[in-house]
């Protein structure tokens, strides 16, 4: 019975991409897809995370931080309105390698539109995770808020980052159902590239990627960016992070001489070994690098390396934000201790979720879309922001963080040069 239910509501569901056309010619930027009729009181939102290998402490803390939302907003009743809702984390991550995987993602995006009880999709981590669910949860019309991804293609085009038929390819249902809490790759980098040109000055950068979504848009960001102010790009590589060493291109990256080392990409393609081989050579220039490697497992890898490296993260200090942010953190650490950088956006996707529902006020996913894509003015833990007409959050600052006595420190605000 199971099955057959499963089977009819994918074959329904297929069906009615047709229906696309129809809104999006009306200029909707919702999903242009119907909604298959759904009763019941049960509200269900599934979260998918990379829960084992090198980003599992990160992420363990972005469910707690979800959970910790869903108790604030409903004042632990898990009631809106007249709707319970069911908060279930899913695990996209493969053990053997140790990070997210692409079956994975996959079959969590697709057990989700398949429950009948799904109103939200809460991720992903990985840029490239996004990349696999996106489609799925757009033909279904399944709002996706993301508290993570960055990479530019997934909501808009950005000439020389983006690939070919990017964002639309990822839009089969001809609307918008992704949102996320971050700020893209395209305003990050040149954000990053502000800070160094007015701190760093230097003449060259060595510009590295990981090879994954993520990871090459930043790079190809960055070195856009320098470009455009007249610094010259001593070189540029890729890693896998699967490579046994890195003599070879640490042998390339000393020939360059480069001022500064840039590096875009995650934690889990081994940037901390590639950073502790360039210092063993006895490279000094300063590392450079976004969010993708803001988290202890880095300082781990890269170990005495990892003193000195800079990387950018959205949003503001601690400090800076709202008494709303500064009260969620000091609570977290008391019920759950020291937070990671993407637990408050965490915080945030989940509070968003949940206020979608609460305007909607009803159990349809094509309503709980278009009630998050209108989200203006809200008064988050991050501050006050919107999103617009592509997904995208309003803020634009970043903070550039360093590593100092091995942990990360607070430098200074940075933004794009206008």
């Known amino acids: 019975m199971k099955m057959k239910t ?5 074959a329904l569901l297929a069906m009615l991409v047709l229906a696309a056309g129809l809104l999006a010619a009306c200029g909707d930027s919702t999903p242009a897809v119907a909604d298959v009729a759904q009763g019941g009181n049960l509200i269900r939102i599934y979260s998918s995370l990379p829960l084992t290998g090198s980003d599992k402490k990160q992420n363990d803390t972005m469910v707690n931080a979800m959970r910790m939302a869903l108790e604030d907003f409903t004042k632990g009743t898990n009631r809106i309105n007249s709707f319970t809702i069911d908060y279930q984390p899913l695990d996209d991550s493969n053990p053997a390698l140790g990070q997210w995987d692409q079956q994975q993602e996959a079959a969590n995006a697709t057990r989700a539109v398949n429950d009948p009880d799904t109103m939200v999709y809460i991720g992903t981590f990985n840029s490239g995770a996004a990349k696999i669910a996106l489609p799925i949860t757009n033909r279904a019309a399944l709002a996706m808020i ?6 530019s293609g997934l909501t808009r085009r950005a000439e020389g980052i983006t690939a070919q038929g990017e964002p639309d390819i990822y839009y089969p249902g001809g609307g918008r159902n992704f ?14 590239v502000a800070y160094v040109l007015n701190s760093l000055k230097p003449k060259n950068v060595f510009v590295i990627d990981d090879s994954q979504l993520y990871g090459k848009g930043l790079a190809d960001a960055f070195t856009i960016a320098v470009k455009s102010s007249n610094v010259a790009i001593a070189g540029r590589a890729s890693i896998t992070g699967k490579e046994p060493d890195y003599k070879a291109l640490v042998s390339t990256i000393k020939d360059k001489n480069p001022e500064v080392i840039y590096f875009g990409g995650i934690t889990a393609q081994q940037p901390g070994k590639l950073l502790a081989e360039i210092r063993k050579a006895g490279l000094k220039a300063p590392f450079f690098s976004g969010s993708g490697i803001v988290d202890d497992t880095f300082l781990k890898d890269a170990g005495s390396a990892a003193e000195g490296v800079y990387a950018t993260l959205g949003g503001v200090d601690e400090s800076k934000l709202p008494t709303k942010g500064q009260d969620f953190l000091k609570r977290y650490r008391a019920k759950y201790g020291e937070p990671e950088p993407f637990t408050i956006y965490a915080y945030e996707a989940m509070n968003v979720a949940l206020n979608g529902i609460k305007v909607a006020n009803k159990k349809e996913r094509l309503d709980i879309v278009r009630s998050i894509g209108s989200t203006k003015d809200f008064d988050g833990v991050l501050g006050k922001w919107s999103f617009d007409q592509t997904g995208d959050i309003s803020i634009t600052e970043f903070k550039v963080l360093q590593v100092k006595d091995g942990k990360w420190s607070y430098v200074a605000q940075t933004r794009p040069n206008k």
């Not at 499963?6 to 994918?10: F, N």
């Not at 949102?179 to 990053?192: E, H, K, M, S, W």
């Open 146 to 151: 993301s508290p993570a991804n960055e990479y």
């Open 179 to 192: 949102f996320r809490v971050v700020t893209p790759d395209d305003i990050q980098a040149p954000a990053a």
């Open 6 to 10: 499963t089977q009819k509501v994918a």
